[in-house]
């Protein structure tokens, strides 16, 4: 619609400027007030060009009726004709004034608008940052959330499989972004890493990396986090660590229990650049929980190993003893398979408590559980049963294969434990000093064992019927002179 206006105006002016220059050219005998009121509309209409054209524009139309209205008056040289010259010019120049007072707002209004622009810009960016922080803020939250989820799930866990297994899938979930995520755990008897736990995408093979590769063992090294953004250009590590996939990104952490690491939880992936500082502040926090959990159930493994042990000699007490006799027994009813029991009781134990004080009838003791220990064969269960008595529960052998035990168990202790058992004052002398020689007339005796051996379901098939067939062979063995077996 303004596009067509101008050039209505402009056709207006045009016709115009026309029509004044054919009055003009008519002479004098063309009509004054025609001529007066073509002025006065080419001045309107220069007037009204200022306002709806560009400068550039304006300024043409302002010539052209200028130099219609120089040659009205040169034609006619009248006195409306020089005021309105006149009127004309004192008009342009208060247009002019006006269009620079109006360019000057405009340049202000622009200033304003690009101002006001470039405040839009620094909110949008104030906006977008704070988007940025409230989401940082809401993972961080959400992750503390699920840090205190999982410390409350830990503190109810006293299993360490159970333990390890929480803690890979956690921390698999909690950092995300990942392939495989591995706990190793130190092997105590072979002092390397060795995998516990591991949680992989369904889409990888399965992890041939057992042991660990040169990340784990950096980590259990240094005991320090690590955080790889590109295994390939960092210096420390080698390309190709792992054959079975393509590991770029790692983090990981040192599992610390007490004051000594205990192992390695570690995430990895195939993208470089994947993890991030609150990544591995995160999965430390998480592997201090998982620290605390594991020191938690190991001590209370130990007190109920404390709780089943005999201070003495670390065999089973007599009541945990029964507790498992039960369930062979119910195991053997099931499997028909044949199940075993020793009592043994030292030979003259009260004797030697009273010639050669507690002591040294804690040390028989001792080196009797020492010879149960290594002849017993795996799989079965030594116990103490009261005093000087033991038990020995020997699943899955017959009572013929259990008498061989028995005598084996009779021989290593009459070899192994003969001596001479004096007071300690009188066996090792006083520091610095020579061996005392023997006292003559003081007694020396041998220490032997008598036992009793009883089978299930040849002799009983319930537990207490089976301890008391071996407890009246074992006083046979007594009766017999000790230092004997007796299974029949």
Same mark, same amino acid.
């Given at each position: 619609?303004?596009?067509?206006?101008?050039?209505?105006?402009?056709?207006?002016?045009?016709?115009?400027?026309?029509?004044?220059?054919?009055?003009?050219?008519?002479?004098?005998?063309?009509?004054?007030?025609?001529?007066?009121?073509?002025?006065?509309?080419?001045?309107?209409?220069?007037?009204?060009?200022?306002?709806?054209?560009?400068?550039?524009? *304006?300024?043409?139309?302002?010539?052209?009726?200028?130099?219609?209205?120089?040659?009205?008056?040169?034609?006619?040289?009248?006195?409306?004709?020089?005021?309105?010259?006149?009127?004309?010019?004192?008009?342009?120049?208060?247009?002019?004034?006006?269009?620079?007072?109006?360019?000057? !707002?405009?340049?202000?209004?622009?200033?304003?608008?690009?101002?006001?622009?470039?405040?839009?810009?620094?909110? @949008?960016?104030?906006?977008?940052?704070?988007?940025?922080?409230?989401?940082?803020? %809401? =993972?961080?939250?959400?992750?503390?959330?699920?840090?205190?989820?999982?410390?409350?799930?830990?503190?109810?866990?006293?299993?360490?499989?159970?333990?390890?297994?929480?803690?890979?899938?956690?921390?698999?979930?909690?950092?995300?972004?990942?392939?495989?995520?591995?706990?190793?755990?130190?092997?105590?008897? !072979?002092?390397?890493?060795?995998?516990?736990?591991? =949680?992989?995408?369904?889409?990888?093979?399965?992890?041939?990396? =057992?042991?660990? @590769?040169?990340? @784990?063992?950096?980590?259990?090294?240094?005991?320090?986090?690590?955080?790889?953004?590109?295994?390939?250009? @960092?210096?420390?590590?080698?390309?190709?660590?792992?054959?079975?996939?393509?590991?770029?990104?790692?983090?990981?952490?040192?599992?610390?229990?007490?004051?000594?690491?205990?192992?390695?939880?570690?995430? /990895? *992936?195939?993208?470089?650049?994947?993890?991030?500082?609150?990544?591995? !502040?995160?999965?430390?926090?998480?592997? /201090?929980?998982?620290?605390?959990?594991?020191?938690?159930?190991?001590?209370?493994?130990?007190?109920?190993?404390?709780?089943?042990?005999?201070?003495?000699?670390?065999?089973?007490?007599?009541?945990?003893?029964?507790?498992?006799?039960?369930?062979?027994?119910?195991?053997?009813?099931? *499997?028909?398979?044949?199940? *075993?029991?020793?009592?043994?009781?030292?030979?003259?134990?009260?004797?030697?408590? /009273?010639?050669?004080?507690h002591t040294a009838g804690d040390l028989i003791l001792k080196g009797v559980a020492g010879v149960l220990?290594?002849?017993?064969?795996?799989?079965?269960?030594?116990?103490?049963?009261?005093?000087?008595?033991?038990?020995?529960?020997?699943?899955?052998?017959?009572?013929?294969?259990?008498?061989?035990?028995?005598?084996?168990?009779? !021989?290593?202790?009459?070899?192994?434990?003969?001596?001479? %058992?004096?007071?300690?004052?009188?066996?090792?002398?006083?520091?610095?000093?020579?061996?005392?020689?023997?006292?003559?007339?003081?007694?020396?005796?041998?220490?032997?064992?008598?036992?009793?051996?009883?089978?299930?379901?040849?002799?009983? =098939?319930?537990?207490?019927?089976?301890?008391?067939?071996?407890?009246?062979?074992?006083?046979?063995?007594? %009766?017999?002179?000790?230092?004997?077996?007796?299974?029949?």
């Open positions: 619609m303004p596009t067509r206006i101008r050039w209505l105006v402009a056709l207006a002016i045009c016709l115009v400027c026309v029509a004044l220059g054919r009055s003009l050219i008519g002479g004098p005998g063309a009509s004054p007030d025609t001529v007066h009121t073509l002025t006065l509309f080419n001045i309107a209409l220069a007037i009204y060009a200022w306002i709806l054209y560009p400068p550039a524009g *304006s300024l043409v139309i302002t010539l052209v009726v200028l130099l219609c209205l120089v040659w009205a008056w040169a034609v006619r040289q009248t006195t409306t004709l020089g005021w309105e010259l006149a009127a004309f010019g004192v008009l342009l120049g208060v247009v002019t004034w006006q269009q620079r007072l109006r360019s000057r !707002r405009l340049v202000r209004m622009q200033q304003k608008l690009d101002d006001l622009r470039e405040e839009q810009t620094v909110k @949008d960016q104030a906006v977008a940052l704070a988007s940025q922080a409230s989401q940082a803020l %809401h =993972k961080k939250l959400s992750r503390y959330m699920q840090l205190q989820a999982i410390a409350e799930e830990l503190s109810n866990l006293t299993d360490l499989t159970a333990i390890a297994t929480l803690a890979v899938e956690r921390a698999f979930a909690l950092i995300g972004k990942s392939d495989v995520c591995c706990l190793f755990l130190v092997d105590p008897e !072979r002092q390397e890493l060795s995998l516990f736990a591991s =949680k992989r995408r369904e889409a990888l093979p399965s992890i041939r990396a =057992k042991h660990g @590769d040169q990340f @784990d063992r950096h980590v259990l090294r240094t005991h320090q986090p690590l955080l790889v953004n590109d295994a390939r250009r @960092d210096f420390r590590f080698t390309v190709g660590v792992v054959r079975d996939r393509e590991i770029s990104s790692v983090i990981a952490c040192p599992l610390i229990v007490g004051q000594s690491p205990a192992g390695v939880l570690r995430l /990895d *992936s195939s993208r470089a650049g994947l993890y991030t500082q609150d990544d591995l !502040r995160f999965l430390d926090i998480l592997l /201090d929980l998982v620290g605390t959990a594991v020191t938690n159930a190991r001590l209370f493994a130990q007190t109920q190993q404390l709780a089943i042990t005999d201070g003495l000699t670390g065999l089973t007490l007599r009541r945990p003893f029964l507790e498992q006799l039960t369930l062979e027994l119910t195991r053997a009813g099931r *499997s028909r398979e044949p199940v *075993s029991m020793l009592m043994l009781d030292v030979d003259h134990f009260k004797a030697y408590n /009273d010639t050669f004080g220990r290594a002849v017993v064969p795996p799989g079965g269960m030594i116990g103490r049963y009261g005093g000087e008595e033991f038990v020995v529960l020997l699943p899955r052998l017959s009572r013929h294969q259990a008498g061989d035990v028995a005598e084996q168990i009779r !021989r290593t202790v009459e070899q192994q434990l003969q001596g001479e %058992h004096r007071s300690p004052a009188r066996r090792d002398g006083l520091p610095g000093q020579a061996r005392p020689a023997p006292i003559p007339g003081e007694p020396r005796r041998p220490v032997s064992v008598s036992l009793g051996v009883a089978s299930c379901p040849d002799d009983a =098939k319930a537990e207490l019927e089976l301890i008391r067939v071996a407890d009246q062979r074992l006083y046979q063995a007594k %009766h017999a002179g000790r230092n004997c077996v007796i299974s029949s």
